[in-house]
């Protein structure tokens, strides 16, 4: 279900969800699926720094409990617990985030309203399939549904995120429609476990709860000032385990496609080095051509399940290391058009027409046949920068207009 008043194309609410993409929930996503929380000086929880832009930002895995006695020493077997839980971070915490940040994007009118949800509608979100009931098997009747285990999984991933705390410092921020920079601190989360049954095995799981996004991140999602991406369900779809670069990949598309999307320049180059680091491939220098492979695999799964267009190597002039090439990937033609309206100017009509004509194909091909670089058509589409004297031949061809056209 699509957020109300978004007005997305039916192929873009049913293939993508939407999540916030403010820069310090992109690092969060990243030290989650990195497990990049270490020890620090005088910090007693698990802490990973934040690349947060101008501001200074860090996340904590501090236990809800600790609220409750702020002045008081926590002792050692909490601490010890905390430790044990970041060592279980993975690519499901990240997964799990997304999901819940979508539901509660669903749900809530303002940031202070709740959403309601279960664990095995994340399952489901996952592209999880539950088991038939009444199956048979030597005598023995199984129970349909998800499994314990899986469950249990989401259950644990959900606890994992109620710990999370963030800090961020110097934070641009729009307060009754002002801007201005000041500190937030709180957690990611806010839950109500209360609604807990007692699991196939005997032992408590969570069923249903309600919860809400703390302010650190629903202060950049409703008014002036929010920051909102659509993203490829396929990036909590994909198996956490063997697929993960997949996902990984998405999640910096997206965030990037999104801040790309107010300027149209969708086809500025990424380095391989930034790809690879996303991906969390790191690449053995006498094993260049493995990491190539991987990545390839990656992108081509991606180009396969529509998540890019497509994408292509850029010649360089100069023999380059592999990590410094530079690729082109395009964003499929939905998200490009559902973009279309945040730019900050108004397209010229030339340019108009040449959105229509690539509405329906790839922007790649059709630079490449008119001899116009990716990126400059790009911005001509959006509406970005004129046409120059020089490039109006092109766009003809391109339109196939006659040469007298304007």
């Not at 202070?112 to 009931?133: C, M, Q, V």
């Not at 285990?149 to 921020?173: F, G, K, N, P, Y």
């Not at 690729?327 to 340019?351: A, D, F, M």
Request: hydrophobic share 35%.
């Amino acid at each position: 279900m699509p957020p109300r008043g978004s007005g997305p194309s039916d192929s873009l609410a049913e293939n993508y969800i939407r999540v916030p993409n403010a820069r310090h929930y992109h690092a969060t996503r990243q030290a989650l699926c990195r497990n990049s929380f270490t020890s620090v000086e005088d910090c007693p929880w698990p802490t990973a720094q934040l690349d947060a832009g101008r501001a200074l930002g860090r996340a904590q895995l501090v236990p809800v409990e600790v609220d409750n006695c702020p002045q008081q020493e926590p002792p050692a077997g909490l601490i010890d617990h905390v430790w044990q839980q970041k060592a279980k971070l993975s690519d499901i915490d990240c997964d799990t985030l997304d999901i819940l940040s979508s539901i509660w994007l669903e749900q809530a009118k303002t940031p202070d309203d709740k959403a309601i949800t279960s664990i095995d509608e994340i399952l489901k979100r996952r592209g999880l399939l539950p088991k038939p009931g009444g199956r048979c098997d030597l005598g023995k009747k199984y129970r349909g549904g998800f499994t314990s285990q899986q469950r249990r999984t989401v259950s644990d991933s959900i606890r994992r995120l109620e710990s999370l705390r963030i800090i961020l410092r110097d934070v641009e921020i729009y307060d009754n429609g002002r801007k201005r920079r000041g500190d937030l601190e709180g957690r990611a989360l806010s839950l109500d476990l209360s609604f807990i049954r007692t699991g196939v095995d005997g032992r408590p799981e969570i069923s249903h709860f309600s919860y809400n996004v703390g302010s650190v991140f629903s202060k950049f999602l409703f008014g002036q000032g929010k920051q909102l991406a659509w993203l490829s369900a396929k990036a909590v779809e994909y198996d956490p385990y063997h697929q993960r670069v997949e996902k990984r990949l998405i999640r910096f598309l997206s965030w990037h496609w999104r801040i790309r999307g107010r300027r149209g320049d969708y086809f500025r180059p990424f380095t391989v080095r930034a790809l690879l680091e996303a991906a969390g491939i790191i690449p053995h220098p006498q094993r260049i051509a493995r990491a190539r492979a991987r990545l390839e695999r990656a992108l081509e799964t991606l180009e396969r399940d529509g998540v890019i267009a497509s994408y292509q190597y850029i010649p360089a002039r100069v023999r380059l290391p592999f990590p410094d090439w530079s690729l082109l990937i395009e964003p499929p033609e939905s998200v490009r058009k559902e973009y279309h309206s945040i730019g900050r100017t108004r397209q010229p009509s030339l340019g108009e027409r040449v959105h229509e004509r690539l509405k329906d194909g790839s922007l790649l091909p059709a630079a490449e046949e008119i001899d116009l670089p990716p990126n400059d058509l790009s911005a001509i589409e959006k509406g970005t920068r004129e046409v120059h004297p020089n490039e109006r031949p092109k766009i003809r061809k391109l339109l196939a207009l006659p040469s007298a056209t304007p």
